[in-house]
Nanobody, 126 residues
């Protein structure tokens, strides 16, 4: 059974950094593309970042490019989202995802079938 558990969210000031973590279990981690999405109150859920199976290729939403970095540690079954230069508009619940299909590219995370974590709250004050 696939489980995704996010951690690392919290309350920070604009300009600060946070690193989110997502621990995955249930399947061979390195075989699956991983991603991050977020949802702010009253807003639609939106794509943030993705990394292909095994690692090496990434894909980002324009709003976070050059500020956020997605990475994975396959030995630890963990995907990370390093968030720098945080802005109040980054405030949202952040969700970790894992593609259902194996060995796919980063771009397939955007619209492909995937498993979801429970989310972790990130709040950025001005």
């Amino acid at each position: 059974q696939v489980q995704l558990v996010e951690s690392g969210g919290g309350l920070v000031q604009a300009g600060d950094s946070l690193r989110l973590s997502c621990a995955a279990s249930g399947r061979t981690f390195s075989n699956y593309a991983m991603g991050w999405f977020r949802q702010a109150p009253g807003k639609e859920r939106e794509f943030v970042a993705a990394i292909n199976w095994s690692g090496g290729n990434t894909y980002y939403a324009a709003s976070v490019k050059e500020r956020f970095t997605i990475s994975r540690d396959n030995a630890k079954n963990t995907v990370f989202l390093q968030m720098n230069s945080l802005k109040p508009e980054d405030t949202a619940v952040y969700y970790c995802t894992q593609n259902v299909a194996s060995k796919s590219s980063a771009t397939t995370v955007v619209s492909g079938q995937k498993y979801w974590g429970q989310g972790t709250q990130v709040t950025v004050s001005s």
